[in-house]
């Protein structure tokens, strides 16, 4: 834990860190909460899905274009604006459904809930390549893998914070505890400026090629092989629950999903803490390769504790490889567009996630849980494929960074 001690005494650093987690942990609520709240109020999980998929669509498009006025005007003075409005239409979203608004009424709310949330998480991971970079890559590396390892922690623990207040308070409790903690944790953090990286516009000389982000072509790259574990992970996350129920134990989805955060969490706490000589793009095959390989191996499943043992593998290469990803991308675009950069990286793993549940969820209406390990298997292949493809480019353009 050396050099998570390291990273903590850095003047700020524990700080906007900690306050990240509170500001992002609503990320792992508010999507099944409003399910939850749609679920038992209405009793239409039709209507329930479709809010998500509205919500998954606003996030997606939005996130990027606010980034990019975050990396020229500032965190604060951007994205707190933003999260007050997104907390306003939430609660807004709740009174419409506690009085049973029009359909379209709750459209408009969802859509503006998700848009103006931003990504916390790409804020958090600005300020840890603002206050390393006087230091060695490998302490950025070792930032980065223990913000992956927060975003395990909060998606272990929100879903079922979120669940128990919707079923043992009210249906909306889940969705309002979200709200709250959003306003609260993004309070926290952007009232600490000295980590605030420093806004474009208030350079005075800013890189020449800091214009369209997906014209970088490393960029395209990473976003590719991203969008395709993100099916990889969304077809799995409908799978899992269709093969808990074959298994003869509903509740245990859970389980499931917890072994593969799980083997996440602690893949990604061993691998920050680790100094390597290989360079970025080495770590970053393995990584997928592992991944893709544990993933595809759940077609051969015997039953439900051969599931959870390869959902805990498959889990120890995603930590790790979001981490080399998400290295690579800071290294390869100017720091002035850093923020929408990560936020380009999160609507590529949304948008892969979002197409990857509908094929693996048709598949499985049709062929059980059986067709939708196919879906994850079929992903698995072409991740892998692409990550193979592409590994020539990464390394010239990577190459040179050794993370020692």
Partial sequence: MTIYKELFRIPGAAGFSLAGIIARFPMSMSNLAIIMMISLMFSDYS???R???VGAVSFALAVPQISRYVDRYGQARIMYPCIIMSGIALFALVAAVLHRQPHWVLYVLTALTAA????VGALVRARW???LKDHEPGRLQSAFALEATF???????GPLIATVLCTSIHPVAGIMAAGIISLVGSTLFFCQRITEPVPSKKL???PHNSGFLLANATMVVLMIVYSLMGAMFGALDVVTVA???ESGWPGGTGVLLAALALGSLIAGVIYGSRTWVWSLPQLYILGVTVLCVGGACLLFATGFWTFAVLMFITGTAFAPTATNIMTMVSRAVPQTNLTEAIAWMSTAISIGSSVGAAVAGDLISRHQSFGGLVAVAVCCAVTLVAAVITLPFLSKTQANIILK
């Fill in 51 to 53: 809010l998500s998929a």
């Fill in 47 to 49: 209507l329930a899905g």
């Fill in 204 to 206: 005075t000389e800013v």
């Fill in 151 to 157: 975003d395990e922690v909060i998606f272990i623990i």
């Fill in 243 to 245: 093969f808990a129920e």
């Fill in 116 to 119: 103006l949330s931003g990504s």
């Fill in 129 to 131: 390549v603002y206050v």
